[in-house]
C-alpha cells in the first residue's frame, strides 16, 4: 500500500482480527514446540545416562523426533503470523 494510504473499514478490521488471532496462534505453537523439543531432549539424555551406550539409539530417536516436532511448529508458527500480518 503505498505511503500515506489506510484501510479503512471491513479490511482494517479484518487485519487488526487476524493479526490478534495469528501471533496468539502462532505464539502458543511456539511455546508447544519449544516445550516438546526442550522433553525429548531431556528425555533422550535422561535415558542415556541411565542405560549408556545401550539406551543411546532410542536416547538419539527421541530426541530427534522431538526435535522435528520443535521446528516444524515453529514453521507453522511462523507462517501463521505471517497470514496473519497479511504477508506471504
Do not use: C, H, Y
Not at 511456539?30 to 533422550?44: E, S
Not at 539424555?45 to 545401550?54: K, R, V
Not at 530417536?61 to 505471517?82: F, M, Q
Amino acid at each position: 500500500m503505498p505511503i500515506g494510504q489506510q484501510d479503512s473499514g471491513a479490511t482494517a478490521g479484518a487485519k487488526f482480527v487476524t493479526s490478534t488471532v495469528g501471533n496468539t496462534v502462532g505464539g502458543v505453537t511456539n511455546t508447544v514446540g519449544g516445550v516438546v523439543g526442550a522433553l525429548g531432549r531431556g528425555l533422550g539424555e535422561t535415558i542415556e545416562g541411565a542405560t549408556g551406550s545401550a539406551g543411546q539409539p532410542v536416547a538419539k530417536g527421541l530426541t530427534d523426533v522431538t526435535n522435528g516436532i520443535e521446528k516444524g511448529s515453529n514453521d507453522v508458527a511462523g507462517g501463521v503470523k505471517r497470514a496473519g500480518e497479511w504477508k506471504s
